[in-house]
């Protein structure tokens, strides 16, 4: 079965500074993958989306971008965080004939 | 654009007592639809799904929702709540056709259960 490792599960990092989010993703190939971000008191939304490696798509303007180096890895970055980049980060995995699922999501916290 | 509508960003319930969660969704070609749970500090795990089945979809934990074509809704039950199902629930939709997987969510309904 799928599994989706997300890390770290907390961050707290000062505006301005770069951040690295990495998911990885065991007992599928080539699945679709996603980055949702959870803000306080909202819904998830869509912030990028990846059918395959290099393949990268962005669903809304924002400060942040996303890398898929190898079939079962996605990352997300920055290079200068803001306040507003705060809230909880989900990575999501989807591979045909499966449901999407979900890692345990990463805390980050910009001050 | 389709948009997905959960009515109350709270829910506080007794435990024993009927738990009903409210999602609508806009859409004049029914999609697929789904109900996911969030508990503290995890990710997503989907508690049921509908696919253009049947209108009545059980899931796991006792849950189960009804899809309403001619109210485009498909609400959350469960007839007894036990303090376990405190959490966060959010309905999703993808969109008829849509082969991306891109789900749409909504804004989530926090579940309180009292003892």
């Known amino acids: 079965s799928q599994t989706i490792h997300q890390w770290p599960a907390t961050l707290v990092q000062p505006v301005g500074s770069p951040l690295s989010l990495e998911c990885t993703v065991e007992?599928?190939?080539?699945?679709?993958l996603y980055w949702y971000r959870q803000a306080a008191g909202r819904g998830l939304q869509l912030l990028f989306y990846?059918?395959?490696?290099?393949?990268i798509s962005s669903e809304v303007p924002q400060n942040l971008s996303a890398s898929r180096p190898q079939d079962r890895q996605f990352i997300l970055s920055s290079k200068k965080l803001l306040l507003s980049d705060s809230g909880f980060y989900l990575c999501a995995c989807h591979s045909l004939n499966e449901k999407l699922f979900f890692g345990s999501g990463t805390q980050l916290s910009v001050l | 654009a389709q948009s997905v509508t959960q009515l109350g960003s709270h829910v506080s319930v007794s435990e024993g007592a009927l738990v009903l969660l409210r999602c609508n969704y806009s859409s004049s070609v029914p999609p697929y639809l789904f109900w996911y749970v969030q508990y503290p500090n995890q990710g997503l795990q989907l508690l049921l799904k509908y696919t253009s089945a049947a209108t009545l979809v059980k899931g796991i934990n006792g849950f189960e929702a009804e899809f309403k074509k001619s109210e485009t809704s498909f609400h959350l039950t469960k007839p007894s709540a036990h303090m376990s199902d405190a959490a966060e629930y959010f309905c999703a939709v993808l969109p008829y056709g849509d082969s991306s997987y891109k789900l749409i969510f909504g804004s989530g309904t926090r579940l309180l259960v009292r003892p």
């Open positions: 007992g599928t190939s080539n699945p679709n």
């Open positions: 990846s059918v395959g490696i290099g393949q």
